[in-house]
């Protein structure tokens, strides 16, 4: 597969290492080297990036029915959505099931990431890699609202943050909670799932043009 950055945030190309200029894209697709990369799969949907349940899709579901509403653009209209969703706060009380065990927690959302992301400087989601065939399951685990736009501070600033997250690597989770349905988020996509979440890795299931030195 060959990928051309004409995104919004383009976070495959970002860790692939490929270059935002469409030309040396297309160059990379033409000239690169094909690696097998690991993609994620959530009850037989798959994501290349990460996928999550909570705020962050109840963000995108009002974001987007504002821009068929009001007709907004796509950041005035997330600013707002973000606003509401955040005032209202809602948690989710969810049971992870994994190869080592289960843990319950009481959350404001669920991020579960194809292989490990890291924070740095005025980043947010790197990944070193796309091929250590693992999920990394992340939860916050706190519930206030001060305590989220600290550590969502933290976060755009590159701050170590680990003690307020749980991280979970594995190749399978199973998310499980009361309510029968959920709205997912897939690589910014939403879609309406059942319960239990079934999360696994699928390792080397995507071949992709990338620079030789694209992944370690």
């Known amino acids: ?45 798959i994501f290349v990036n990460n996928s999550s349940i909570g705020l962050y899709p109840k963000v995108v579901r009002e974001r ?39 843990l319950m927690r009481t959350t404001p959302f669920l991020f579960v990431g194809n292989n490990k992301y890291e924070m740095k400087p005025l980043r947010i989601g790197d990944r070193q890699s796309l091929e250590r065939g693992e999920l990394c399951a992340y939860l916050l685990k706190h519930t ?6 600290r550590i969502l501070l933290m976060a755009i600033l590159g701050m170590k943050q680990d003690r307020d997250f749980t991280f979970i690597l594995s190749r399978e989770v199973q998310v499980q909670m009361r309510r029968r349905r959920i709205t997912v988020a897939a690589d910014g996509q939403l879609m309406t799932l059942d319960t239990p979440l079934h999360y696994r890795i699928r390792p080397k299931a995507l071949r992709v043009f990338a620079p030789e030195i694209a992944i370690p």
């Open 64 to 102: 987007n029915q504002e821009i068929i509403r009001l007709g907004r653009g796509k950041w005035p209209a997330m600013l707002d959505a973000s606003i509401r969703v955040f005032l209202r706060f809602p948690l989710i009380t969810i049971r992870l099931e994994t190869s080592d065990g289960s």
């Open 144 to 149: 206030g609202r001060l305590a989220f736009l």
């Open 1 to 45: 597969m060959g990928i051309l950055p004409l995104g919004t945030l383009n976070h495959l190309a970002r860790d692939l290492k490929i270059s935002f200029n469409l030309q040396e894209a297309a160059r990379t697709i033409a000239e690169g080297k094909i690696h097998e990369i690991d993609v994620g799969e959530v009850n037989g949907h």
